[in-house]
C-alpha cells in the first residue's frame, strides 16, 4: 500500500498554491484548515490503511509506505504540518504493532516537482518564493517524482527492504537540512 494522501487546497484559498503555502501564524491557522488537511491526509491514509491490512496480515512482504512532508518540521504551515506529522507519528506507531502480522510500515519525506510547484512557477509572485525554497536545497534543485521518489517507493516494497520498518525516509535532496 502506497499512501501519497494530500488534501488538496483550502476550500476557501483562490488557487492550489495557496492551500498548500499559505503562511498563517499559530493564531491566525483557523481550525477549519486544520479538520481539512487532517481529514484529507491522517484520516483517508488510516482508512486505506484499515482496508488493506485485513489483507496483507501474514504476508511474506507486505509493506506500507505512507507519505509525510517536511511542512511538519518547522515551516510555518501549521495545519498541513501538524496533519503531515501526525501521518508520520502514526505510521512509526502502527509498524510496530502491525510488525508482528509481519507487515512492514515506512514514511517518506518526498522533495519533488509536483503539480503544485509547477503551478507557482506559472504565477509571477510565488516564482521568487520556489526559487528561494530551491536555493535551500543542498543540491540546488527539486526532485523527480519518478526517477527520485518512485525508486525508494519501490525499495520499501520490495523484499530488499524486509527488515525495515518504522523508518521515515527523507527523499528531497537534503532540503530537510534547510529547515
Request: contains cysteine; charged residues 15%.
Amino acid at each position: 500500500l502506497v499512501n501519497n494522501a494530500h488534501g488538496g487546497p483550502l476550500p476557501d484559498a483562490k488557487n492550489v498554491q495557496a492551500g498548500f503555502e499559505e503562511m498563517l501564524t499559530f493564531m491566525e491557522t483557523p481550525i477549519e484548515h486544520y479538520q481539512h488537511f487532517i481529514e484529507g491526509n491522517l484520516y483517508s491514509t488510516i482508512r486505506m490503511m484499515h482496508l488493506c491490512i485485513p489483507y496483507m496480515s501474514g504476508k511474506r512482504d507486505a509493506s506500507i509506505i505512507n507519505y509525510s512532508s517536511c511542512s511538519s518540521k518547522g515551516m510555518g504551515r501549521y495545519a498541513l504540518g501538524t496533519a503531515k506529522g501526525a501521518v508520520a507519528v502514526m505510521s512509526q506507531l502502527a509498524a510496530y504493532e502491525l510488525g508482528q502480522q509481519n507487515i512492514r510500515v515506512n514514511v517518506i519525506y518526498p522533495g519533488a516537482a509536483t503539480d503544485t510547484i509547477k503551478a507557482a512557477i506559472q504565477e509571477p509572485a510565488m516564482l521568487e518564493q520556489v526559487v528561494s525554497h530551491l536555493s535551500k536545497n543542498p543540491l540546488h534543485h527539486a526532485g523527480d517524482p519518478y526517477g527520485d521518489i518512485a525508486p525508494v517507493v519501490s525499495f520499501l516494497a520490495s523484499e530488499d527492504s524486509k527488515f525495515m520498518t518504522g523508518q521515515c525516509l527523507y527523499v528531497n535532496g537534503g532540503n530537510w537540512m534547510a529547515i
